[in-house]
């Protein structure tokens, strides 16, 4: 069965500062893998996808993530965060044939120090 | 186009009744998938309808079941509520399994 790990459960940056969250997942064959961010009471969005193709996706906000097939991770980055990023985000994934759910990581907490 | 809606919004049972809750899809979206949220656990996958089918099953006991009509709605229900049920079940909805899942707000459960 599949899995993912989000190491880092609480991170606390100031804005301007670099972002990088780190997401590993279990699993031997192809997958999808997805981002949501879940701002402060708000519902789950997609940040961004990887389905194939440019290992490097770019997503909504300024965020982007690369997947690294080698090492089984798909980890979230920005350059320069702003106090409005202040969220949880989720990492997911899902094996991209039969009928494997969508697994998610037990999430960030990003809090952004103005 | 709409996005995902769910109804109620927020609902308080106690223990050992039964609630229902709905999930209209996004417009043309014919796979619904529901989630339960809790702050120790995250999100935790209950089941996944297409075409009013059930093609997948999360590890949750038989008091949560689930449906979904021919217009893609889907209700789950859980019978028999327990103080651990206290969650926000969320609902997502693709165009097809396998593609990507947008969510709806999510409606929070509180058992008391």
């Known amino acids: 069965a599949q899995s993912v790990s989000q190491h880092n459960h609480h991170v606390i940056l100031s804005e301007a500062a670099s972002l990088e969250l780190g997401c590993n997942y279990s699993?031997?064959?192809?997958?999808?893998l997805f981002w949501y961010v879940q701002y402060p009471g708000q519902h789950l969005q997609l940040l961004l996808k990887y389905f194939s193709g440019d290992p490097l996706v770019k997503g909504i906000k300024g965020f982007e993530a690369e997947f690294i097939k080698s090492k089984f991770s798909f980890n979230l980055r920005k350059p320069s965060v702003q106090w409005s990023d202040t969220a949880e985000y989720f990492c997911a994934v899902k094996a991209n044939f039969g009928n494997e759910k969508l697994t998610f990581g037990t999430g960030t907490r990003l809090t952004i120090i103005p | 186009k709409a996005g995902v809606t769910q109804t109620p919004r927020y609902l308080i049972k106690t223990r050992g009744q039964q609630v229902t809750l709905s999930c209209s899809p996004i417009s043309g979206h014919r796979s619904v998938s529901w989630y339960q949220q809790t702050p120790g656990q995250g999100l935790q996958f209950l089941f996944e309808?297409?075409?009013?089918?059930?093609?997948n099953k999360g590890n949750f006991p038989g008091r949560f079941s689930g449906r979904q009509f021919s217009n893609s709605r889907s209700e789950m229900n859980v019978s028999t509520l327990e103080l651990g049920d206290s969650a926000l079940y969320l609902c997502?909805?693709?165009?097809?399994?396998?593609?990507?899942?947008?969510f709806g707000p999510g409606t929070r459960l509180l058992v008391l």
């Open positions: 699993y031997g064959g192809t997958v999808n």
């Open positions: 997502a909805s693709s165009a097809s399994p396998g593609e990507t899942q947008y």
């Open positions: 309808y297409f075409s009013e089918t059930q093609r």
